[in-house]
């Protein structure tokens, strides 16, 4: 085999692996505290759940890429994957202290994970193949909305209360599917190709890191120092005029990612009106999130190439598509679904609650969803070029604090008042994603003055 031909099998087994741990990770967080609720005598919260998951993933950036400096890409995959494996299966018999445990491990594990993760890709890419690669591995991770929530549809399809045996069943069904993604990343092989990625691409580790964990050298300064100046370096970005800018649409995708991945599907799950399938409904709605993501993504991918129009439009679109749904879920959902007990709330909103319409919102919330990270990964990418890294922690810091935030209020706020925070928060990152587009138009335009 060809040194670029292993190098795409490595991407297309890292894209497999990934698939199969979050098929099981991504329907366990939709479906959590719809279980939750079954329990006897549990008192613990699957939002709160998610929100320290969320700020542990976020504090744990600081740190992950000197575990992967020293334990390897390989082998930090390997055991981040085990952590979620451990918190899908501690479902089979939950115990609160075990829960929350299990909670800040994964939050821990997921940062390893997803820093492994980036220097996979990286070491096995070029300059020229990156964007195919990082195509590669999205697609494929995205398709892990697909099956888990289709087994969700398929296993609890007519159940009114979700039994003993029906949670063991999924559960343990899907711990083996996460382990089964966890050792398929012992396929992975070193790279042959000695050709580098530019160091700028690289959303994983410095130069040098990379040496010392492919085992062909030993980093030139010492691991403390280059994860302080990693820090250093974040902290600095951190408070640009540019960052400062887009730190507000990237709250915004922290709190609508908790919306859609947490909150909704537990809301049409609560609904009794939506008759004895509505706990099946929200595989459905996995599913058509799903959807949503992956048109999207595939669409405003090809529109950024072929539109002289710049950002603005597909986040504006982003917008009205988001706005479109919350209204409608304003409209069709029970106020009190997000804290409905299991039972479930035979309350109506405004209309004669709809199934068609709960899930034509579900793919919405992918769609408009897709619009704002394509576009934000693109800007900051643009912006940042020379310190990308430190630029996409900033990033993933800002949008897992929010996301933490927003699951501990969907523990006591009405669904209203949820929609209404994204309405407002929607609105304000998006005037402040114009500016900072506007900011990168003027940047263009300079250049290109500059090179009369």
Known sequence: MTPEGKALLNIVILGFGFMFMFTAFQTC???????????????ASGYTSMSIIYGVFSASNLVAP???AVVGPQLSMFFGGLLYSAYIGMFIQPRVWSFYTASVLVGFGAAVLWTAQGNVLAINSTGTTIGRN????WALLQFSLFFGNLYIYLAWHGHDHISEKDRQ???????????IGCFLFFLIR?????EPIPSETAEGLQAESTESISGSGTPRRSLCTQALDAFVKACKLSVTKEMLLLGLPIA??????TFYSGVYGTCIGAMTRFGHDAKGLIGISGILIGVGEILGGGLFGILNRCSHLGRNPVVLLGLLIHYLAYYLIFLNIAPDAPQAPEEGTDLQAYITP?????LFCSFLLGLGDSCFNTQLLSIVGFLFKEDSAPAFAVFKFIQSIMAAVAFSYSNVLQLPWQLLLLVVTGFLGTMSFFVAEWKVEARRRDSAYDSI
């Not at 990082?134 to 591995?137: A, D, L, W």
């Not at 069943?169 to 382990?179: D, G, N």
């Not at 709809?354 to 709960?358: K, M, Q, R, Y």
């Open 29 to 43: 967080g939709n479906i959590e505290q719809t279980v939750i609720k079954s329990l006897n005598n549990f008192t």
């Open 66 to 68: 000197s575990v992967v």
């Open 134 to 137: 990082s195509g590669i591995f």
């Open 169 to 179: 069943t999924v559960f343990i069904s899907l711990t083996v599917i996460s382990l």
């Open 190 to 194: 070193k790279p042959d190709t000695s």
């Open 252 to 257: 915004y995708t922290g709190l609508e990612l």
């Open 354 to 358: 709809n199934v068609g319409v709960a």
